[in-house]
């Protein structure tokens, strides 16, 4: 059994806004959570401006491709954070869900994509420290610029 909370973090796509959080969230943790990406129509590859926008912040996306979201993933995760995937996401009973309204950052311009990984940055943080209560976070990747 493991005692790390896992988070699955679920959108359309798992192009964009799903891959953000799961890495962010990864590299925030410290290894103090488990967390996953995937989509219900997973597309080809990660957006790439998404990818420019984590890789000027210092977060690598080499390592991510689009997975598709099954039942059997949710069931294995403790929180599901949907972000766009509505009705499309495998509900799973027991399985706390949380919808994040966040804009979908896929063929935007640079200045929209950077606003949107800010969005999930902060919503990151503020999950860890609610799953995770004695973490300590680094300073926010934000906070290079």
């Known amino acids: ?46 957006h790439p401006e998404v990818a420019e926008a984590l890789r000027q912040l210092g977060v690598d996306t ?6 598709l979201l099954t039942r059997e993933t949710v069931l294995a995760s403790d929180l599901a954070i949907t972000l766009g995937c509505g009705e499309e996401c495998p509900y799973v009973p027991g399985v706390r869900y949380v919808d994040w309204p966040v804009d979908d950052p896929g063929g935007q311009d640079e200045v929209t994509v950077r606003r949107i990984v800010a969005d999930i940055d902060t919503r990151v943080r503020g999950l860890l420290v609610e799953l995770v209560p004695d973490i300590e976070l680094p300073p926010s990747v934000l906070e290079q610029d």
């Open 1 to 46: 059994m493991n005692d790390r909370p896992q988070i699955v973090f679920a959108c359309v796509r798992n192009g964009g806004r799903s891959v953000a959080a799961r890495v962010l969230t990864e590299h925030y943790a410290g290894g103090r959570v488990i967390a996953v990406s995937a989509g219900t129509q997973p597309g080809e590859h990660i």
């Open 62 to 67: 080499s390592g991510e491709h689009p997975k």
